[in-house]
């Protein structure tokens, strides 16, 4: 938890990227009113002893839930304050019990042009994908998030289960999760794959190291005025620096 001002539950829910219902901050809100998150299975398959498709209903019990509430930070430059609803990501990896081999953990978002309309553009190489390396996934920062503000996730935000890494940009955070696969190799993420000089694996928030196209030291804190200085690993450099040592 940290003690500074919540962002508006109207700023968290109308300044969104969610490249599926559109690449216009204002798009996710105006267009995935009708996106249907019920019923919703997840496939978690690899490197796994278990392997298995789980209902969400299953997958988590309403006595799992925890709120955490996380400083959030895009590539772009701004910032906001959430109150995240969900899960220790490791916890529920264990459950399926995961080999020696698996080193990486890949997600994958729903595939369906029909229910997301942004998909019948080629803006990115969808399915959206992203990766983790196993002991950062594995970190108890790490949640698997399927509400907010003490409610069920906003369709907007990421419904019904979406991935929250604090100390990494915000495209780190891949939406309306339904795949899960644990392996051996580093797997291919959606921004690295559409611009590999811009977009890394890690894309840990460090102020020190620009993006190509715009410095990466001050932030904008939405719905506040003027800019704040960003800290390295996003203020969560304590608990997860180590990492990479
Ligand atoms: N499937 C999917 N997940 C996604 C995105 C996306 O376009 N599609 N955008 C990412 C980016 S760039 C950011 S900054 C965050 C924004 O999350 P928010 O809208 O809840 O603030 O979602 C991330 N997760
Ligand atoms: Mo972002």
Known sequence: RTDEELTTHKDA???????????????????????????????????????????????LAPHDLEERVYRMRCVEAWSMVIPWVGIPLGKILKRFEPTSKAKYVSFETLYDPERMPGQKRRVLDWPYREG?????????????????????????????LRLVVPWKYGFKGIKSIVKIRLQEEEPATSWNVSAPREYGFYANVNPDVNHPRWSQARERRIGSFGKQPTLPFNGYADQVASLYS
């Open 132 to 160: 983790l390396r196993i002991d950062e996934a594995m970190n108890p920062l790490v949640i698997l998030a399927v509400g907010m503000y003490g409610e069920t996730l906003p369709n907007q935000n990421g419904a019904p």
């Open 13 to 59: 829910t109308r300044y969104n990227n969610f490249y599926e219902f559109g690449t216009d901050k204002s798009d996710p809100a105006r267009n995935s009113g009708q996106f249907q998150t019920d019923p919703w299975s997840l496939v978690v398959e690899g490197e796994v002893g278990k392997p298995g498709i789980v209902p969400l209903e299953t997958l």
